[in-house]
């Protein structure tokens, strides 16, 4: 009995091999049977979002008025922010984004963690622009042609997609664009494969909804115990996309201390002023200094201040 048992674990490697191979081809048949437009589209959808060609460099800043509401296996949490709002894009570079809070309202018995909160709704919508600056950086392939000319796009990480390749398939798919993104797709919709491709660090998993301009109306950040999701409504301010509104909702299975734990932050943006030749160097300057027109047009969309949403 040991030695049959034995037998079989020594096969459970090139079955797994075999399985491997077995979905690549299936996974490459299906993509024959897609609109070839769809396929070669991956690139210059990835260029449109980041770089696209003659894209004008701006600094947008902007009024931002919100609630958030907090859920823990304790009870419930809610409150609302105020601060400012700052988009702009570098020469050759993708949309960045940077939200400083002003005001923040806690019940009271959580108003000693006020400097928690409001570092917690900044850094997370930061980290969101960090972690879509990161996209080109993943084997991206496009999961789904929406209705209304969108596209949904879902990265996973080179280092996942390089282990799978080490262990189950061919050293020579490393090198080939194709073959990568075939498996990256398998590896993102296979079943049996949610639990491996989930990694601590960096996020595992990025999914960007957009359309054939570039304009990003969704974007998704799978970590090893999280999960962020932010979805873009628009307006226009002079000739540029402006956040109307933003809804992020988030999950953590395990948070330290708490359990399960689920949030939303809405946020709405008004008082537009868009700077078309902004001065880089002050990218990263304190926020509530606040630089008059001198360097560039302003264009003010709305002189109200926004409300909560």
């Known amino acids: 009995m040991r ?5 079989r674990l020594r096969w459970l490697p090139n079955l797994v091999k075999a399985l491997y191979l077995l979905a690549t081809v299936l996974i ?14 991956v690139e210059a959808l990835i260029t449109q979002i980041f770089a696209p060609k003659g894209a004008a460099t701006y600094e947008l800043q902007a ?10 296996g304790s009870g419930f949490i809610a409150g609302t922010a105020a601060g400012d709002f700052r988009q702009w894009r570098l020469p050759g570079g993708p949309r960045r ?5 002003q005001e923040l309202e806690l019940p009271w018995l959580l108003r000693p963690f006020s ?15 960090e972690a879509f600056q990161s996209f080109r950086d993943y084997d991206v392939f496009i999961s789904e042609e929406l209705a209304g000319g969108q596209y949904a796009l879902v990265g996973l990480r080179r280092d996942i997609v390089d282990e799978a390749i080490t262990r189950f398939g061919r050293s020579a ?4 664009v194709a073959s990568r993104r075939t498996i990256a797709q398998w590896l993102f919709t296979a079943p049996s494969m949610q639990s491996w491709i989930k990694r601590a660090g960096q996020p595992y998993a990025l999914k960007v909804v957009t359309d054939e301009s570039g304009l990003v109306y969704e974007l998704q950040v799978s970590y090893e115990r999280s999960q962020v999701g932010m979805k873009f409504s628009y307006l226009t301010v002079g ?13 953590n299975s395990n948070a330290k201390g708490l359990g399960r734990l689920e949030g939303q932050l809405k946020l709405g943006f008004a008082d537009h002023k868009l700077d078309l030749t ?3 160097q002050d990218i990263d300057r304190p926020q509530n200094d606040h630089r008059g027109t001198e360097n560039g047009d302003t264009i003010q969309s709305d002189p109200t201040r926004p409300a909560v949403p």
């Open 3 to 7: 030695r049959l048992v034995k037998r």
């Open 97 to 101: 984004w940077r939200v400083t809070i």
């Open 173 to 176: 798919d490393k090198q080939d």
């Open 28 to 41: 490459l048949a299906t993509q024959v049977a897609l609109p070839a437009r769809a396929q070669d589209s």
């Open 239 to 251: 000739a540029q996309p402006a956040w109307k509104e933003v809804l992020s909702t988030f999950a």
């Open 63 to 72: 009024h931002v008025r919100g609630m958030f509401s907090l859920t823990t």
């Open 278 to 280: 902004p001065q880089w």
């Open 115 to 129: 400097r928690t909160v409001r570092a917690s709704i900044e850094k997370k919508v930061e980290e969101q622009s």
